[in-house]
């Protein structure tokens, strides 16, 4: 006889549970051709239903489960941290890649002008006054120029 009572009361009750969660799957109606005519939660008469696998409410799932706002604050802003980094980084390469390309183009034009055999001249740093290259000179500066244009131009 208990059982009886427990299933009397019980019964309801499961059915209430599993009711909205019928509701809440949406279900494709199909007419009598087979064509869609609606996507709802209960199709409308002359309309059969199908099965989609969506759902009409987000899954408790979506968020992760104790994370505070404060947690999710700091995350957000460690990634916007990073950002900010990678992004100076590109830049910073980007600034390298630019200069080296200019102390290239600087470097092999020197040379060139000293291996054509233009007069190069130099400013004395003590007393200021403009000195040209001897031609003794030469030999060791185009040495110096080649280096510097290998290793600004790589």
């Known amino acids: 006889m208990n059982a009886v009572r427990s299933c009397l009361v019980f019964a309801p009750l499961a059915a209430l549970c599993a009711a909205p969660a019928a509701q809440a799957q ?4 199909l ?3 087979g064509r869609v005519v609606a996507y709802a939660t209960e ?4 309309t059969r239903a199908s ?3 969506i759902r009409n409410e987000p899954s408790s ?3 992760p489960p104790g994370r505070t706002l404060a947690e999710q604050e700091a995350d957000f802003r460690k990634r916007r941290a990073e950002s900010q980094a ?5 830049e910073k390469a980007e600034t390298d890649a630019a200069n080296r390309s200019d102390a290239c183009t600087r470097a092999r034009a020197y040379l060139k002008a000293l291996e054509s055999g233009q007069r190069v001249a130099r400013t004395d740093p003590t007393t200021g ?3 040209f290259l001897e031609d003794t000179e030469y030999a060791n500066e185009i040495a110096v120029a080649r280096r510097a244009a290998e290793t ?3």
């Open 26 to 29: 949406i279900s494709r109606c």
């Open 31 to 33: 007419d009598a051709g």
């Open 43 to 46: 199709c409308p008469a002359g």
């Open 51 to 53: 099965a989609t696998g």
């Open 61 to 63: 799932s979506a968020t």
């Open 86 to 90: 990678a992004k100076e980084k590109t």
């Open 129 to 131: 006054e403009r000195r």
């Open 152 to 154: 600004n131009c790589r």
